[in-house]
């Protein structure tokens, strides 16, 4: 799923500002799934990584090579991926899961990647859902005073002068 195919009234968050244009929440669940995709095709952590910062964004790009390049120093597990935004610890925590119950990530990161997508859907769900209730204001502060003096007002004036004019 990609950025496009989302529609709904609130913006999708952004991971970060880029002179190329905010990335979104939905990039980086696209970004992780392309990781397990290069994970289980048989690629080095490291390099599937490498691989898809290639191909991403300029920001999420950039956090993606900041992950090879602690890879590249040794680091290991959850501390490549500490200094990155909170959007990433999923795949973090993935990975760490994998490498600890020595099971392939492919599996772990696919639903931490569906996981932010489920969770960027309720978020602009919420967001819609108060923008509904936002809508009703202007609708009570100026629509119905104004049908008053346009519709009703109109109508209880003729019937008071037809009224009016029948009793004298």
Same mark, same amino acid.
């Given at each position: 799923?990609t ?14 500002? /880029? ?7 939905? !990039? ?13 095709g048989?690629a ?6 490498? /691989?898809?910062?290639?191909v991403?964004? %300029? ?5 993606l090579?900041?992950?090879?390049? /602690?890879l590249?120093?040794?680091?290991l597990g959850a501390a490549?991926?500490? !200094?990155? %935004? ?6 973090a ?17 696919? !639903?931490?990647? !569906?996981?932010?997508?489920?969770d *960027?859907?309720a978020?602009? *769900?919420?967001? /819609? ?11 009570g502060?100026?629509?119905? %005073? ?5 519709a009703?007002?109109p ?7 037809d ?6």
């Amino acid at each position: 799923m990609t950025t496009a195919e989302v529609t709904t009234t609130a913006a999708p968050r952004t991971v970060g500002d /880029a002179p190329a244009g905010p990335e979104t929440v939905l !990039d980086v669940a696209v970004a992780i799934d392309l990781i397990a995709i290069g994970l289980s095709g048989g690629a080095a952590l490291v390099d599937a990584v490498a /691989a898809v910062a290639e191909v991403s964004g %300029p920001v999420i790009g950039s956090h993606l090579r900041q992950v090879v390049a /602690a890879l590249r120093w040794g680091v290991l597990g959850a501390a490549a991926w500490a !200094d990155l %935004p909170e959007v990433w610890q999923r795949a973090a925590a993935a990975l760490v899961l994998a490498e600890e119950a020595g099971v392939p990530p492919r599996d772990l990161l696919h !639903d931490a990647a !569906d996981a932010l997508r489920a969770d *960027e859907a309720a978020r602009q *769900e919420a967001a /819609a859902a108060r923008l509904g209730v936002a809508l009703v204001i202007p609708l009570g502060l100026f629509f119905l %005073p104004a049908f008053g003096l346009l519709a009703v007002v109109p109508v209880i004036a003729a019937l008071a002068r037809d009224v009016l004019s029948g009793v004298t």
